[in-house]
């Protein structure tokens, strides 16, 4: 067993001063100490402090040497240049390689070294690596950032061809809700929303549950796991800033839509615009309310024999359908709730 002897009040004091000095000037000091102590001086420097014999045996013939000591430049304590060079200096090709893979096509792409990966740092450092540039994933990352990259998302910002007339729908649409405004008549924006399967699948947003205990989903969002399908139809009261959601649990068509409406107007519309002479409706040109759907059409004509008043549909130009007040208002979160009977 090896035994250390103990540390002297004198050895305890000049350890503290040790841990003021930089490398250099502490190597020299160690090195002083070690020869005042004589024979085995520099193996208890070494088993003090942690320094390693090679170090303070050239500290010493350094310190007994006839030539001046210097230190670093200013600011400096070891010899410019000295300490391993960064891997991308050792190996000029690795930069070369990470820019190429990189820049490969979308994850997916059967040609690509990288597929199905996303293109995460631990997948890119294994392919360098198989491709014989061993490096790992944190100098991958520190590559990354040192050429401009970082995590970033798809961003919409491409749309297809804008149609001419364009600015002047918008212009009439913005002058019919002026219109009906005036007349206090009603404006609503209707829109149906994400289908979503019923079950215990797993969903956007987060809700306070006790700690360790969250909700347990399925792994997989199988249709065939799902209890049905969910189909929100989304009608805003633009003036009155409310809504009503009709959740459907077959299909989007525009029976459906027709049926939407007709029961805002039961719940809320009729209540609040008793003296409505006229309504309008702002929907975008597809889906189950698209322009060119006669049975849309149809289903209307039947709610206007109902509620006996005539009903307008403007239809946003195409590409714009995020636009509409109930797509606005929903991604908010700021709709006012409506009970509807059980």
């Known amino acids: 067993m090896i035994r250390f002897k103990p540390r002297s009040p004198q050895e305890r004091r000049w350890l503290k001063v040790l841990g003021t000095l930089n490398e250099f000037q502490a190597r020299l000091f160690l090195a002083s100490l070690a020869l005042d102590q004589g024979r085995g001086g520099i193996s208890r420097m070494s088993e003090l402090t942690g320094m390693s014999r090679t170090t303070l045996t050239k500290a010493v013939a350094e310190l007994t040497s006839r030539k001046k000591l210097e230190a670093g430049a200013a600011g400096r304590v070891r010899t410019a240049g000295a300490g391993r060079k960064k891997v991308e200096e050792a190996d000029q090709q690795l930069r070369a390689e990470l820019t190429q893979m990189v820049e490969e096509t979308t994850a997916g792409d059967p040609m690509s070294a990288v597929r199905w990966t996303n293109k995460s740092t631990e997948a890119l450092a294994a392919e360098l690596t198989r491709r014989g540039h061993p490096v790992s994933d944190k100098t991958v990352a520190r590559m990354l950032d040192e050429m401009g990259y970082s995590l970033q998302l798809n961003r919409k910002e491409k749309e297809g061809p804008q149609h001419p007339d364009r600015d002047a729908q918008f ?172």
């Open 171 to 342: 212009r009439y649409i913005n002058r019919q809700e002026a219109s009906f405004r005036a007349s206090g008549d009603p404006v609503i924006s209707a829109d149906t929303k994400k289908k979503e399967l019923v079950g215990a699948f797993k969903n956007g947003g987060r809700t306070w549950r006790p700690k360790g205990n969250p909700y347990e989903v399925q792994v997989h969002d199988w249709p065939s796991q799902a209890k049905g399908k969910a189909i929100p139809y989304g009608v805003y009261d633009v003036f009155g800033d409310r809504a009503v959601v009709n959740v459907g649990i077959s299909h989007d068509t525009a029976e459906f839509a027709a049926e939407s409406i007709r029961r805002w107007w039961r719940l809320d519309g009729r209540r609040r615009y008793r003296s409505a002479r006229r309504l309008l409706i702002c929907a975008d040109g597809g889906g189950s309310n698209s322009s060119r759907t006669h049975a849309w059409k149809a289903n209307l004509m039947q709610l206007v024999d109902e509620i006996g008043i005539p009903i307008t549909v403007s239809h946003y130009p195409p590409g714009t359908s995020n636009v509409a007040c109930i797509v606005m208002q929903s991604c908010a979160g700021d709709l006012p709730p409506i009970p509807l009977p059980v």
